[in-house]
């Protein structure tokens, strides 16, 4: 067994060894690193045909969540938190634009999904796009969602349930569980907003 005292001094000679190496570099702080990057540009459709994307709404603060509309729990309970949110910040909501992307293109028409976010609320807006398009958004969200066959043509989908708040500039600030319909999100936006 080599002694703890050891360890150090053979990592001490690996690295003088490696700093001669050209190319080689130690990181620049190993104790805090750079987490990946969430987010991102996206062009999607929304329910009247019109192009969405992630600057179509300048100065102004987006809830972006990924489900689909045949979801039995958690998209609903996060699209109920959201309208209870936008409902209790009054005048405030109107800085935010809530987005509901479909992760199930094929079941979630045009029309199911303007009726489907208008049930939460008017101002929450239901967009669209291909298998590939909604896949790419998805990955640069770290959204995970896999389709389950439940037989007979049926298939459900289970996906990863976060509501995401981006700010002005385009940069997810804040990951919120979409689990829970008691979650103080009316205050955290709040606070983050003003």
């Not at 130690?26 to 992630?54: N, Q």
């Not at 479909?102 to 101002?123: G, I």
């Amino acid at each position: 067994m080599i002694a703890p005292r050891h360890v150090r001094v053979l990592v001490l000679i690996v690295a003088a060894a490696l700093a001669g190496v050209p190319g080689w570099a130690p990181a620049a702080d190993p104790a805090a690193p750079e987490g990946p990057r969430i987010g991102g540009h996206f062009k999607l459709l929304a329910a009247d045909g019109t192009a969405v994307t992630d600057r179509s709404f300048p100065g102004e603060w987006l809830l972006i969540y990924f489900g689909y509309t045949f979801c039995p729990d958690a998209c609903p309970t996060a699209l109920t938190t959201i309208a209870a949110a936008l409902h209790e910040l009054g005048p405030l909501a109107n800085r935010i634009q809530p987005i509901f992307i479909t992760v199930d293109p094929q079941r979630d028409t045009a029309p199911v999904l303007a009726r489907y976010v208008k049930a939460f609320d008017p101002r929450l807006l239901g967009v669209t796009g291909s298998d590939t398009q909604i896949a790419t958004i998805a990955q640069g969200f770290h959204v995970c969602y896999k389709v389950r066959s439940l037989g007979n043509e049926e298939y459900t989908i289970d996906h990863s349930s976060y509501i995401y708040l981006v700010d002005p500039a385009g940069r997810v600030v804040k990951l919120i569980t979409g689990e829970s319909a008691t979650h103080p999100l009316a205050s955290e936006l709040k606070r983050l907003i003003e």
